[in-house]
């Protein structure tokens, strides 16, 4: 069974510019959950997709923004981006109870 | 607001030794509580969790828990370590089975020889 797949795997970008990241959950999986991790502030929450709409919302300003497609696949965008947002981000897929993660994409804003 | 306090920034044990990792929760009920591993670059790896019944779960790498609902604990241990076990843990908390997790600042583990 295939795990939760997140790309890019890394990537590097110019304040101002914006991106977008990628998650494919584990089939059967309708949850999407994201994460940033740095090492100042851990890991923290930033928001849920369940069945195509936000569940769950996180304490981010509205340049983190994302959606979820009908095959439950994920995408998060952040724009106008800031040397602050260069972060480990994650993405987890949840059937039940319990997440399981992806390998994260690594961001850096230059 | 719920939180996961681990005490522990960093611990060194030798290979062999015996280990226990401390996670302490705030939350009224009893949550759901997870333990999770993260080796250097990567994701987060499931070790166990806890719903309900039996406070003391297996998981998988050999550790186990044991929730204690009158300390708010959930700690880690492991009877003998690996140097394969250096990682960061990270302890997690969901209030309702339906919530974001929120986790604790995590333990870097060493391990020497």
């Known amino acids: 069974k295939a795990g939760v797949t997140q790309t890019p795997r890394y990537l590097i970008k110019t304040r101002g510019q914006q991106v977008t990241l990628s998650c494919s959950p584990i089939?059967?999986?309708?949850?999407v959950s994201w994460y940033q991790q740095t090492p100042g502030q851990g890991l923290q929450f930033l928001f849920e997709y369940f069945s195509e709409t936000q569940r769950n919302k996180g304490n981010f300003p509205g340049r983190f923004s994302g959606r979820q497609f009908s095959n439950s696949r994920s995408e998060m965008n952040v724009s106008t981006l800031e040397l602050g947002d260069s972060a480990l981000y994650l993405c987890a897929s949840s059937l039940n109870y319990g997440y399981t993660f992806g390998s994260g994409t690594r961001l850096t804003v230059v | 607001a719920q939180s996961v306090t681990q005490p522990d920034i960093h611990i060194t044990v030798s290979e062999g030794a015996s280990l226990e990792l401390r996670c302490n929760y705030s939350y009224g009920a009893t949550p759901y509580l997870f333990w999770y591993v993260q080796s250097p670059g990567q994701g987060l790896q499931l070790l166990l969790k806890y719903f309900s019944g039996d406070t003391l779960v297996q998981g998988i790498k050999g550790f186990e828990a044991e929730f204690k609902r009158s300390q708010s604990s959930f700690n880690l241990r492991k009877p003998s370590v690996h140097w394969s076990d250096a990682a960061e843990y990270f302890c997690?908390?969901?209030?309702?089975?339906?919530?974001?997790?929120?986790f604790g600042k995590g333990t870097r583990l060493s391990v020497i020889a």
């Open positions: 089939s059967g999986h309708r949850s």
């Open positions: 997690a908390v969901d209030h309702s089975g339906n919530t974001p997790l929120v």
